[in-house]
Structure formats: C-alpha cells, structure tokens
C-alpha cells in the first residue's frame, strides 16, 4: 500500500471560506468573470466557484449570452476541479462544450478548446480512457481548421494526448504527437518560446520512460537552456527542469552529476514554496493509493507526479510530506521493477527526512532496508550493505 500523509485539515478549511462580501460584490459588478478568473490564478479557488456560480446564474437568467455562460461553465469547471469535485466539474464542462457547439457549431475551434479542457478533468483523475475520445476529437476539429489562429491550441491538445499515450505505454504514439508539437511551438512561436522548452522537456520524459537516458539528457538540457532564458536563473519552471536533469542522471547512476543540479534547484525551490495547494495534493495523492490497490500503476503514478510537484511549491522541497511522495513513488517503481527510479526516489526520500526528522529517527530505519533491497536489485551489495547497517543501527538505539 501506497502510504499517505495526513490530511491537511486546517487547510482544507481554509481553501472553502473566503470573504463573505464578495458573492453580493459580484451581483453588482458586470465583471464578475473577470474577479473569478482573477481568484482562480490566484489559486483562491473555493472563491473562484462561488463567482462562477454567479456569473453562470446571471448568463442563464439573460437571453443571448451563450458566450458568457460558455466562459462561466468553463471557469467553474475549472474550480471544482481545482478541488478534487470532479464529478461536478465533469458535469458543468460537457455543458459548456454544448453551449459551445450551439453557438459556434460542432466543428469550431472553441469547441476543441472545450474538449481538450474537459479532457483535462479525466487525466486529472487518471481517467485515461474517459480522457481520449474528447482529445481525439478535438484534434479531429483542429486538423480541419485551415485558419492558422489556432495552431498553438492544436499543440496543447497533442501535447495532451501525448501525455496520455506515455501513461498507457504507447511510446511510438506519444512521440509522434509530441514531435508535431514541438515543430507547431517552434513555427508559431519560435525556437527560443517556452512553450518549445515544454516540448523538449515532455519528450525527454517519453525518452526516459523508455530508457533511452542518453536521448533524455540532451533534451533536458535543451529545454533548461530555453527556461533559463524565458524565465530567468530562479523561476520555479527553471527548478523543474533542473530537478528533471538530475533525475535523469540519477536514473543512470551518475550521482555526482546529479548532485550539483539537484542542490541547485532545491535553492531555488526553497525560495519559491507557498505557490502551491496542499490540499489539492492530498486529493490527488488519494486517488493515487486507490489506482495503486487496483494495480493499475501507469495511473497511479501520473497522479503522484502532480501530487509531488504541488507539495513541493506548497510546502518546499525539504518537507516531509514531500519525502513520503518520493517513497509512494519508489513502491509505485519497485512492483514494476524499474529499480533505477526506485532508487532515485529513496534516496531522495531518505536525504529529507535526514534533514527534517534527524539522521537516527525511527522512520529512517524502514525506509533503509527498503533502499537495501533496491541496490541489491542492482547489483551495488556493498551500498546495500552500508545502508542494512545503518538500519540495525537506529532500531538498536
């Protein structure tokens, strides 16, 4: 089993309440939508679905606002499952995808938009399968569409369906449709845009899903240099594609390499933590241990992935929730044999706990021996050896 943090209660609560003023606010403002998108980036999303709710009643009550109400559906879709209410937020995206379809038509790009957000609701809860046909389709609309006015919207949503395929395991599918991405990112917004650094990045994971370490390390390296310049050497996108640089030297047991780069974006993590929600990851991470009990391990660690990346830029990378992440990783790696990520993740589990928790903590002891058993899949006995002593050493204090 998966193991879980404790749920963030206090905050749980506090991501439900907000001003209380702001609902009678709206009903005398005409930019209602404007506050809520506001809130919604803002990651106040409890409050962001009261204002959507809002505006979604006002565009209902009015005739001749199809438009509004399709933006309204739209953003509270996209707050309710910002808070793990996906059911409802399924609901409201199909409406807004048929408002769309009445008002533009069921071939217009707006209606692809429509489909590629509401996919994006079923691959947040790991739906793969659910997740498809509406990707597929929009792609459909989008290759009919001879305007070049949405062309970068065509790449999200091939970026999208490539992100999908890799969890199900189709690598050959996944490159194709992340190669068209990329040369789409390029030709429409240049080399150097960020959004071909996204590209570089999404296909050294592909690479690196297959082994292909080599291929992987080149790409990152492409996609940081490309970060570093869109964003400056302390952005938090720019810790991302470090932390993916080390993690592929990692992988290949290049620990030195990796170090430097690792220590390097923690700095920079360290300094950008609280820009996340937590409590979103608590949502994600238990979804998670249920797709891990049904062994359905591609799922389980898609959601592990956003669960990590939002308790680091909620919490900091030194947390302890942060390291049982990389420990659900581990397991999630171990039962699939891939002992080199396993082996990444405990080591990275164990370095934060040293740090939060102090070198003799009980907790350390198991998370050791599973190390152990890790290098010894590996064929590194004397490291397994150092790290089973160390764990008889704590239990006999």
């Not at 679905?49 to 109400?69: G, Y």
């Amino acid at each position: 089993m998966i193991r879980l943090p404790a749920v963030f209660a206090a905050l749980l609560v506090a991501s439900l309440t907000g001003p209380t003023d702001l609902i009678a606010q709206t009903k005398q403002k005409p930019d209602s939508v404007d506050l809520a998108w506001k809130a919604f980036e803002q990651g106040r999303y409890a409050e962001a679905e009261r204002l959507f709710r809002v505006a979604v009643k006002s565009a209902d009550t009015a005739k001749k606002q199809e438009a509004d109400l399709a933006h309204s559906l739209e953003g509270l879709a996209a707050a309710l499952g910002s808070q793990g209410k996906f059911e409802e937020a399924i609901t409201h995206g199909k409406r807004s995808v048929s408002v769309l379809e009445k008002l533009h038509g069921a071939q217009h790009p707006h209606v692809a938009q429509g489909l590629t957000n509401l996919a994006g609701l079923y691959q947040l809860q790991g739906k793969f399968s659910e997740a498809e046909p509406p990707l597929k389709r929009a792609l459909s609309i989008y290759q009919k569409d001879q305007g070049a006015d949405h062309e970068a919207e065509k790449a999200t949503a091939l970026g999208s369906l490539a992100s999908l395929h890799q969890a199900q395991g189709k690598y050959a599918e996944a490159e194709s449709l992340l190669i068209q991405a990329l040369q789409i990112y390029e030709h429409v917004n240049g080399p150097e845009h960020s959004s071909v650094g996204w590209a570089y990045g999404a296909l050294a994971s592909l690479y690196g899903s297959q082994s292909k370490y080599k291929d992987a390390e080149a790409l990152y390296k492409k996609s940081l240099a490309i970060y570093e310049k869109s964003f400056g050497p302390h952005n938090s996108e720019v810790a991302g594609a470090l932390m993916s640089l080390a993690y592929s030297y990692g992988r290949q047991g290049k620990d030195a390499e990796a170090e430097p780069i690792l220590n390097r974006a923690l700095t920079i993590l360290r300094k950008t933590a609280g820009s996340g929600k937590a409590d979103e990851a608590v949502r994600i991470g238990d979804r998670a241990n249920a797709y891990f009990e049904q062994k359905k391990f591609p799922e389980a660690e898609s959601l592990l992935w956003t669960s990590l990346d939002l308790y680091v830029k909620s919490l900091g990378p030194d947390h302890v929730y942060v390291a049982v992440c990389h420990e659900n990783l581990a397991h999630v790696f171990t039962v699939q044999s891939k002992y080199a990520e396993a082996r990444w993740h405990y080591t990275r589990a164990l370095a934060i706990r040293e740090k939060a928790q102090g070198p003799s903590h009980a907790d350390l002891a198991v998370l050791l021996d599973n190390l152990a058993t890790i290098l010894r899949k590996l064929n590194r006995a004397e490291e397994a050896e150092k790290s089973e002593s160390r764990a008889k050493s704590i239990r006999a204090n």
